[in-house]
């Protein structure tokens, strides 16, 4: 089969887990013998074309603006480059499959396509616009976004939602028949962690924390939703009880600054880092040193940094919202809280340094079930398994 993918987000282009998502996915698509061709803008450099083994090529085309700032128009601006480029190509590979779309951005150069060749279409939304905004529409960008995704969803022949959650949000927002939509989550890969487990990394922990402090690690885009408001507070809470404990929070975005604000306010700059961006293999490595991994999210269609930290067999407190909520079975593979709660986080955070025998027999659980249901592999062909229906439903339809 040959599958034509467009993602806004590839690497060296990583906004949030939508692009990571897409990274791991087609690799794994074509261990399975599928053939992808990834087009994507070229927001971050990178090669313009890459060829991934036998079966997959990525290509990264170059944007009409250097940098998005205007981002509905740009990105309809930037839809009808990739178009104007998948039509040559379309020309030049005799033609694809399936068309498989990774939310509103890229929606317009999908729909385009499938409407010239007559192709199906297949979304994967990673997320929404309303939900974002707590199930408002948050002024007239807001608005056009929300209807971008709308018209997404209603043009394609699948949809696919990565969690019960998104599921649930997809099918309320815009009205889809359950059966339109399948359920198919993000993955990791635990060998990458595997193979941090057997190094001694202990200098790496030497550079973040002193050897009697034991380590609260956090990683995300520093944004509202992802709570990170809540954590300093925590960390201020927690600290005064005299625990000693370091807080690594690491990510970029709006939030950064304010937070580090705060962090100075309350005079705890050596005890709560905010190191911005870090690369993955610190942040791989961090995982494996923490003593918990916190993500107090107010709203996250999945959490793919949770599957992460339980990769790394490093003990998860999470907010039971969203995707998070799926992932993580309380008392059994982490600790689940309700969100926006701080009492309740400081007081699952004593908990679970308190209690490292116990919470580490649940990163052991956690570990057991991300190799079992989160796997690349296992999300690959489940994906493949889709294509494969959605081709074959499509040779028993008249498309006038």
Known sequence: MRILMFSWEYPPHLVGGLGAHVAALVPALANQGVHVTLVTPRWGGGEPVEQLGDYATVYRVTPPVEKPTNLFPDAQQTNLTLQKFAEELWEQRGGFDLIHAHDWLVSFVAEGLKMSHKVPLLATMHATERGRHGGHIAGEISEAINGAEWWLTFEAWRVIATSRFMANEVRAYFTLPTDKISIIPNGV????????????????????????????????????????????????????????????????????????????????????????????????????????????????????????????????????????????????????????????????????????????????????????????????????????????????????
Not at 271 to 292: K, S, T
């Open 189 to 400: 890969n635990p060998a990458r962690f595997d193979e941090l487990q057997m190094q001694d990394l202990r200098a790496l922990r030497d550079e973040w924390a002193l050897p009697d402090e034991k380590i609260v690690f956090a990683v995300g885009r520093m944004q509202y939703e992802k709570g990170f408001h809540l954590l300093v507070e925590a960390a201020h809470r927690l600290l005064l009880r005299g625990e000693r404990v370091k807080f690594i929070l690491a990510g970029r975005g709006a939030m950064l600054a304010p937070l580090r604000q705060r962090v100075a306010e309350l005079g705890l700059q050596e005890r709560v880092l905010l190191p911005g961006y870090i690369d993955d293999f610190v942040r791989d490595c961090l995982y494996c040193v923490a003593d918990v991994a916190v993500f107090p999210s107010l709203y996250e269609p999945f959490g793919i940094v949770a599957l992460e930290a339980m990769a790394a067999r490093c003990p998860v407190i999470v907010s039971d919202v969203g995707g998070l909520g799926d992932v993580v079975e309380s008392e059994v593979t982490g600790v689940k809280i309700p969100s926006y709660n701080l009492d309740v986080l400081v007081d699952a955070l004593a908990y679970v340094l308190d209690n490292s025998h116990a919470s580490h027999q649940r990163a052991e659980r956690a570990y057991d079930v991300v190799c079992r249901d989160y796997a690349w592999d296992h999300i690959a062909r489940a994906t493949m398994a889709l294509y494969a229906e959605i081709i074959e439903a499509r040779k028993h339809v008249v498309w006038d």
